[in-house]
């Protein structure tokens, strides 16, 4: 390394300290001025009602002239108008997940003027979040989620009242921690959380926005919406709209299906839109007599969008309330004993207690023992590449590879698109879905890739090392029934192109 890249990477880390001393001034001094607001605002009750813009002397206005300026776009509409502003200073919002749809959310409903806004997420901040999740920065990165997004919102609007749930919520916590906010968005990623977070609100008695998005698609629900009091009086629960979850095999999470940024930004923002129509459309906060305007009990909807469909948005009339829901009917038999007591497993009921290890174990090698075997080595190979395997005496070139792993074979089953970003140069590409069809269609599947896969031993590797025990099962099954080669070994790379990286090739990207 030169002394120009001694220096330029001094000056980075110099840059990256005094940007982290600069944020926590900035915290510093938002948390200063907000002590120093609450000290000199008087109580909602000192105010008095007046046509007088002022009383001897003194500010005597519902809102502060400060909030006349930020709140005034928003206050001239009759959607919203002076009660609605003062039903959103007087309301408090609880938004968990500080994610992809939490940031958006938190921050249209903090900039609205909402009275108090809690956040729940015990996740910290990763540089692959930041295309979507528009609260944090590469500032903050490592950090939790919840300090990143307060310290974001505190200079958006310094008014509101921020409180931080640095955790992952709980069964034993959840019911307890709803009680004190008025509303609730579930701005998760798993089923296995919606259905807690449904559970808890329908105990709680409070309202509760959500939504969800995968890919280019996302979903949104209003749930738990009262037209009067009593558990007879509120609309359907997210048990109501989907019984049962679904299938495991079939979950993912945007780190492994993929997320379009801005889809799921579109997906947050509605979420803030319905939060503010419930908030200002309720005359008796939140209470009876709920009036959004184009909902009712009687005719629930959920909303769909799609980014690459044309019209994006559709609505799909819903059912609504189930007579024999478990959760929120007057038949229910979730109870907030059972709830707190930990004697509900939402793992179990969305089926997510499968053994990782779906083979045995000599089905499966380490990467380390792949890379040994097969020595094959990512598509571009660096200087720091080729150091780091000669010194782990991986070092032998392509003519002694091709000797000494005649017969190895090494198959992708990662998507096509994923197979672009990056792969190992000797691996042949055959998407587990492909796979999957294969098992139906057996002879087109086999004039495909019977000479690529006719070998003593076929290593399968994928992301993670998920997909790639099921893609062995597969394999096997073809072959068994082909019988073209019955001694080809099919065998499984443990931890997948994750472990690659950390085992072998320390320069493969991660993403």
């Known amino acids: 390394m030169t002394e120009v890249d001694d220096a330029i990477r001094s000056l980075q880390e110099q840059i990256k300290t005094t940007e982290e001393q600069l944020a926590a001034l900035k915290d510093q001094l938002a948390e200063a001025e907000s002590r120093r607001r609450e000290q000199e605002q008087p109580t909602p009750a000192a105010i008095p009602l007046t046509n007088s813009p ?47 749809l939490g940031c958006p959310a938190a921050a249209y409903i903090a900039g609205a003027g909402i009275g108090t806004l809690g956040l729940v997420d ?18 903050t990165a490592g950090k939790l989620k919840v300090e990143s997004a307060i310290r974001y919102l505190q200079q958006l609007n310094p008014r509101p009242k921020y409180r931080a749930h640095t955790f992952h919520l709980t069964p034993a916590t959840a019911v307890e921690l709803f009680e004190q906010y008025d509303l609730v968005l579930d701005c998760t990623d798993h089923p296995t959380t919606r259905y ?46 989907f019984p049962k979850p679904p299938p495991a095999n079939t979950i993912q999470t945007c780190g492994e299906g993929g997320i379009l940024g801005p889809v799921v930004g579109v997906m947050g923002v509605l979420m803030a839109v319905e939060t503010i129509k419930i908030i200002t459309s309720d005359t008796s906060r939140l209470g009876s007599n709920l009036a959004v ?18 019209p994006p948005f559709r609505s799909i009339r819903l059912k609504g309330k189930r007579n024999n829901c478990v959760s929120c009917s007057l038949e229910a038999t979730i109870t907030r004993d059972s709830l707190a007591s930990g004697s509900l497993d939402y793992g179990a009921f969305c089926g ?28 571009v190979e660096t200087t720091a590449a080729h150091n780091f395997r000669k010194n782990n005496h991986l070092d032998q070139t392509a003519s002694n590879l091709n000797k000494k792993s005649k017969g190895c074979a090494l198959v992708d089953v990662r998507s096509e698109t994923e197979f672009e970003l990056c792969h190992l140069s000797s691996s042949i590409n055959i998407p587990i879905r492909t796979l999957e ?47 073209r080669n019955p001694s080809t070994s099919f065998k499984d790379v443990r931890g997948g192109l ?14």
């Not at 939504?211 to 037209?227: F, H, K, V």
Request: aromatic share 6%; proline share 4%; with cysteine.
């Open 54 to 100: 002022h009383t001897n002397g003194n500010w005597s206005w519902p809102l502060q002239p400060d909030e006349y300026k930020r709140y005034g776009r928003q206050m001239i509409m009759a959607e919203v108008g002076l009660q609605g502003q003062l039903h959103l200073r007087d309301a408090s919002v609880l938004i968990v997940g500080v994610g992809g």
């Open 122 to 139: 015990g996740d910290t901040v990763e540089l692959s979040n930041l295309h979507r999740q528009i609260l944090h920065s590469a500032v």
């Open 196 to 241: 807690l977070i449904s559970d808890a609100a329908v105990l709680a008695g409070k309202p509760l926005v959500s939504a969800s998005a995968i890919r280019t698609e996302g979903q949104l629900l209003l749930l738990n919406l009262a037209e009067g009091s009593g558990m007879d009086t509120r609309g359907m629960c997210y048990r109501c709209v």
């Open 293 to 310: 305007p184009g909902w009712t009990l009687e005719h629930p909807s959920m909303l769909l969008y799609s980014a690459y469909s044309n």
């Open 352 to 379: 997510l207690h499968i053994p990782e290890e779906m083979l045995d174990p000599d089905q499966r090698v380490s990467a380390t023992q792949c890379a040994d075997k097969s020595t094959i080595y990512s598509t």
């Open 437 to 483: 069809d294969g098992a139906r269609d057996e002879e087109g599947f086999h004039s495909r890739y019977a000479d690529a896969l006719d070998r003593e031993e076929v290593f399968v590797v994928c992301r993670q090392g998920n997909d790639s025990q099921k893609a062995v099962r597969i394999l096997e099954r073809l072959e068994h029934k082909r019988r």
């Open 498 to 511: 994750n472990a690659w990286r950390k085992e072998v090739d320390p320069t493969f990207p991660e993403y």
